[in-house]
T-cell receptor
């Protein structure tokens, strides 16, 4: 059983471009969480999704950021028109519906140049 | 809103010495409490958690933590540190299990020979 898979591991984008970050949860996990880690900061919650539903997006910036978790395929975190302040590590975690442990992926490190 | 404070940004411990990492939280009720470890360039691994019951919890890799309600603390301890324990440690709180965790800024543990 593979762990939570995130890709790409490293992503470089120029200011104004779009960034798409992918997260494939562990097998049997239907809950996905996205967190952002800025340099020298802890992880900040962004969004909590179940299949085809956004459960809690209280941590998502109001503009340029969106997330989805379709019925088939990975969860996608999309950042439009990236700015330098979006440079961070983005982590995804997944858990089964029972509320058991959430497992984290290795993260995508986004650099905006 | 809940918050987590890890007052020590860096800690250096000699190999074989004991370790205590501090964590204080602010929350209206008893939260779910977690300690995670992050090695460089890696994702987060759960060390231990407290949901209810015995206030002294045992985790992986020889770590333990004690929940003290009166002090709003959940300090992480290990009796004898190994060089492989060098990593960054994050304390986190949750409202309901693993969803929407609030993380502290982390404590970087350095282990000297």
């Amino acid at each position: 059983n593979a762990g939570v898979m995130q890709n790409p591991r490293h992503l470089v984008r120029r200011r104004g471009q779009e960034a798409r970050l992918r997260c494939s949860p562990m097998k049997g996990h239907s809950h996905v969480y996205w967190y952002r880690q800025l340099p020298e900061e802890g992880l900040k919650f962004m969004v909590y999704l179940q299949k085809e539903n956004i459960i809690d997006e209280s941590g998502m910036p109001k503009e340029r950021f969106s997330a989805e978790f379709p019925k088939e395929g990975p969860s996608i975190l999309r950042i439009q028109q990236v700015v330098r302040g979006d440079s961070a590590a983005y982590f995804c975690a997944s858990s089964p519906p029972t509320g058991a442990e959430a497992f984290f992926g290795q993260g995508t490190r986004l650099t905006v140049v | 809103a809940q918050s987590v404070t890890q007052p020590d940004i860096h800690i250096t411990v000699s190999e074989g010495a004991s370790l205590e990492l501090r964590c204080n939280y602010s929350y209206g009720a008893t939260p779910y409490l977690f300690w995670y470890v992050q090695s460089p360039g890696q994702g987060l691994q759960l060390l231990l958690k407290y949901f209810s019951g015995d206030t002294l919890v045992q985790g992986i890799k020889g770590f333990e933590a004690e929940f003290k309600r009166s002090q709003s603390s959940f300090n992480l301890r290990k009796p004898s540190v190994h060089w492989s324990d060098a990593a960054e440690y994050f304390c986190a709180v949750g409202l309901s299990g693993y969803s929407t965790l609030t993380f502290g800024k982390g404590t970087m543990l350095l282990v000297s020979p």
